[in-house]
């Protein structure tokens, strides 16, 4: 399966300093608190208005001085706007946060570490873009060689490597030359030398059939490749031992329950299993310096915590290395092997940290390193030999939500849209309304102990408060909302990684799994008017899908409609028929009504464009679709000619309020371009003998 990789990194470079706690007051004083922070870190980040973020922060400190959180907090801010600027007076903000606010830990650490003090162990750090990748590279899997000369990057399903010092790219497979043309690859490693690379195959791109390749760099044109292993369930190729004699692997299973870190054989594609880890898990296994051991990130089965174990390649011994109720990611090792180098947000912002090793055992506590600032959403692609951190930097969307009125009838907006969000700006998605109208559920993509899953967040509408959820999922979308507004049901995976769907309590974020028929192909969930069922998509082989009725109290499940290019399911108001879009290649999409209470599906109109569903029109007598160029048309369900409405929007799907006047949607910005990072300096290496 294509697996995230760790969030932590996304807080290590984070621009914002997270607001940990709030110290003493009102709820109503620290939630104007938050706001007015965020507002200050909007205009920072998003308007890049330095000058004017500084006066806000500023104004900030002087707001709520007696509150020691909430100014340390604007103060780091502040620090960051005049660093940014070049200004010296960053140094003297994060002097006086030492001086003043030593009582709080988390700003006192990061102060500590932008000023490079003794504790830090690195002195002056630098954090430099090395490339800005072209329209349609993907960086999110990239490595670096040892060397830190070259690295990965993914474009069109090939796997490519660019050479920094002469900026040549060089493609290093040929998925047009793949049985079907299929295939796409993930994880990949240097040798030492930096002439081999090894690398994750999919074959069929649906994650059951995966393959570690190896090829040489130094063949002209397209390497030929020689396979490795074939493993099935997914594999990862993620570091060359220092001798060049094997790779360090994830190793799944086809159960996507357990899985294992191993060693592949150059020589002969045979893997040797050490260890049993959670299925799922982005384990990131990396040899020390002398190749006697692999720090490997760790997880128990229901945790969010994420620790890091040294084991031996031996299988001899399997040692907790870092164990802290946080999350911690491995990065690699230090050059003399005298320090395991790891991500954590131990502190709440997220930083680099080394703990002391010898012999595959700890010898002391972890010391911090640094924190960084820029930019916030890195991804580690490997520790060079001599040190540097390459990271990437992939290409990011910003998401928002947005209100409006609109009139149905004649198929306007009443009113320009507002964001009724004022946290996380650009982090928040997914808008659905409550059955009475009385609050907005959305996602929310910040920092959290979760790493995966979004956060989520239940608005009032009168009083604009927030509930806030962390939900115990590995990821989930589509929120759909109970008749009795409690619960919200949802298409998502658990934290072993099992798909299915699952229902959460909305004031407790409690989830119980719904065992649905073949739960993995499940999608697009939502109730029936009383709540007693569920409707969702089920997918099926050659491009079928079914919709299926499930009976929460029975478990019986009744097929309504099994046909192929079958889209999402969306539900009339009064719950009573299904508006669907159905793809077939080589024909017409063609828009159904299938009525949940049995019958017949309807056929009510054809379009030679392809469409996409909009909203329902709140009366239900017809739905809204959207053309390919934006354009909005109203389609009656009892038939007839589809209708221009003079409206052309980018403008995605609505989610209607009960009044019928009000409706919610997600916008997204454009995308800022993939880079390439490197951060050098920040490890003091014993240059004495072992």
């Known amino acids: 399966m294509r697996r995230s990789r760790f969030s932590v990194l996304k807080t290590i470079l984070s621009a914002a300093v997270v607001l940990v706690s709030i110290g003493v007051g009102s709820a109503q004083q620290r939630r104007q608190a938050d706001i007015d922070l965020q507002a200050a870190i909007r205009i920072e980040t998003v308007d890049g208005d330095l000058n004017a973020a500084i006066k806000q922060y500023e104004a900030i400190v002087s707001k709520y001085k007696s509150d020691r959180a909430v100014a340390v907090t604007a103060l780091v801010h502040l620090a960051d706007c005049y660093q940014k600027l070049g200004d010296g007076k960053a140094r003297r903000i994060y002097e006086q946060i030492l001086r003043e606010y030593g009582d709080q830990a988390e700003a006192a650490a990061l102060a500590r570490g932008r000023l490079g003090s003794p504790t830090s162990g690195a002195g002056e750090s630098v954090a430099r873009r090395v490339?800005?990748?072209?329209?349609?590279?993907?960086?999110?899997?990239s490595r670096v060689s040892p060397d830190g000369r070259r690295f990965t990057y993914e474009m069109g399903n090939d796997l490519y490597v660019h050479d920094t010092i002469?900026?040549?790219?060089?493609?290093?497979?040929?998925?047009?030359?793949?049985?079907?043309?299929?295939?796409?690859?993930?994880?990949?490693?240097?040798?030492?030398?930096?002439?081999?690379?090894?690398?994750?195959?999919?074959?069929?791109?649906?994650?059951?059939?995966?393959?570690?390749?190896?090829?040489?760099?130094?063949?002209?044109?397209?390497?030929?490749?020689?396979?490795?292993?074939?493993?099935?369930?997914?594999?990862?190729?993620?570091?060359f031992s220092p001798d060049g004699k094997s790779i360090a692997a994830y190793i799944g299973h086809n159960d996507n329950k357990t899985a294992h870190i191993g060693l592949v054989s150059v020589a002969d594609g045979s893997v040797r299993l050490l260890k049993a880890v959670l299925g799922g898990l982005d384990a990131n296994p990396r040899f020390s310096p002398d190749g006697r051991y692999l720090a490997y990130n760790f997880r128990d089965e229901g945790s969010f915590q994420t620790d890091i174990h040294v084991i031996s390649v031996d299988g001899t011994s399997d040692v907790p290395a870092v164990v802290n109720p946080s999350e911690d990611d491995v990065l690699g090792w230090s050059q003399d092997g005298r320090q395991l180098i790891f991500a954590s947000d131990r502190t709440g912002t997220g930083g680099l940290w080394s703990l002391p090793v010898s012999d595959g055992r700890p010898q002391g506590a972890p010391k911090?390193?640094?924190?960084?600032?820029?930019?916030?959403?890195?991804?580690?692609?490997?520790?060079?030999?001599?040190?540097?951190?390459?990271?990437?930097?992939?290409?990011?969307?910003?998401?928002?939500?947005?209100?409006?009125?609109?009139?149905?009838?004649?198929?306007?907006?009443?009113?320009?849209?507002?964001?009724?969000?004022?946290?996380?700006?650009?982090?928040?998605?997914?808008?659905?309304?409550?059955?009475?109208?009385?609050?907005?559920?959305?996602?929310?993509?910040?920092?959290?102990?979760?790493?995966?899953?979004?956060?989520?967040?239940?608005?009032?509408?009168?009083?604009?408060?927030?509930?806030?959820?962390?939900?115990?999922?590995?990821?989930?979308?589509?929120?759909?909302?109970?008749?009795?507004g409690r619960s919200l049901v949802v298409q998502g995976s658990d934290l072993r990684r099992v798909p299915g769907l699952y229902r959460i309590n909305v004031q407790t974020g409690e989830v119980t799994s719904i065992p649905v028929r073949e739960a993995k192909d499940a999608s697009w969930p939502d109730w029936s008017a009383d709540g007693s069922k569920l409707y969702y998509r089920r997918a099926l082989p050659n491009d079928e899908a079914a919709f299926v009725e499930y009976d929460l109290s029975s478990g019986v499940e009744r097929e309504l409609i099994r046909r192929a290019g079958l889209a999402a399911i969306w539900l009339s108001p009064d719950r009573r028929?299904?508006?669907?879009?159905?793809?077939?290649?080589?024909?017409?999409?063609?828009?159904?009504?299938?009525?949940?209470?049995?019958?017949?599906?309807?056929?009510?109109?054809?379009?030679?464009?392809?469409?996409?569903?909009?909203?329902?029109?709140?009366?239900?007598?017809?739905?809204?679709?959207?053309?390919?160029?934006?354009?909005?048309?109203?389609?009656?369900?009892?038939?007839?000619?589809?209708?221009?409405?003079?409206?052309?929007?980018?403008?995605?799907?609505?989610?209607v309020h009960p009044d019928g006047k009000r409706v919610a949607f997600q916008v997204t910005e454009p995308d800022r371009p993939s880079e390439v990072w490197v951060m050098e300096n920040f490890l003091t290496i014993s240059r004495s003998k072992k």
């Open 368 to 484: 911090f390193l640094r924190e960084a600032s820029n930019p916030w959403d890195l991804r580690s692609m490997g520790l060079t030999a001599s040190g540097a951190l390459f990271s990437a930097l992939d290409k990011h969307e910003n998401y928002g939500i947005r209100i409006a009125e609109f009139d149905f009838n004649a198929g306007r907006f009443l009113s320009a849209p507002v964001d009724p969000v004022v946290t996380f700006i650009g982090k928040n998605r997914r808008p659905a309304w409550s059955p009475d109208g009385k609050s907005l559920a959305y996602l929310s993509d910040r920092p959290s102990a979760n790493e995966y899953g979004p956060t989520l967040v239940v608005r009032s509408t009168d009083t604009g408060a927030l509930h806030e959820v962390q939900i115990k999922l590995f990821i989930y979308a589509e929120l759909s909302w109970s008749p009795d």
């Open 131 to 141: 490339w800005t990748a072209p329209e349609g590279a993907e960086i999110l899997w």
């Open 166 to 239: 002469t900026g040549a790219d060089r493609r290093v497979t040929d998925v047009a030359a793949e049985p079907g043309g299929m295939g796409r690859p993930e994880e990949a490693a240097f040798s030492r030398d930096g002439n081999l690379l090894a690398y994750s195959w999919d074959k069929s791109n649906r994650d059951n059939a995966w393959e570690v390749r190896l090829v040489d760099l130094r063949s002209p044109g397209v390497p030929k490749f020689r396979t490795l292993v074939d493993n099935g369930a997914f594999i990862s190729a993620d570091a």
């Open 577 to 655: 028929f299904i508006a669907a879009v159905s793809r077939r290649p080589g024909q017409r999409d063609s828009l159904l009504v299938i009525p949940t209470g049995g019958g017949s599906a309807k056929e009510f109109a054809q379009v030679t464009e392809r469409l996409g569903f909009w909203a329902w029109a709140p009366d239900g007598n017809s739905v809204f679709v959207r053309k390919p160029s934006g354009e909005v048309l109203r389609v009656p369900v009892s038939g007839g000619a589809p209708q221009e409405l003079g409206l052309k929007t980018e403008t995605g799907l609505l989610r």
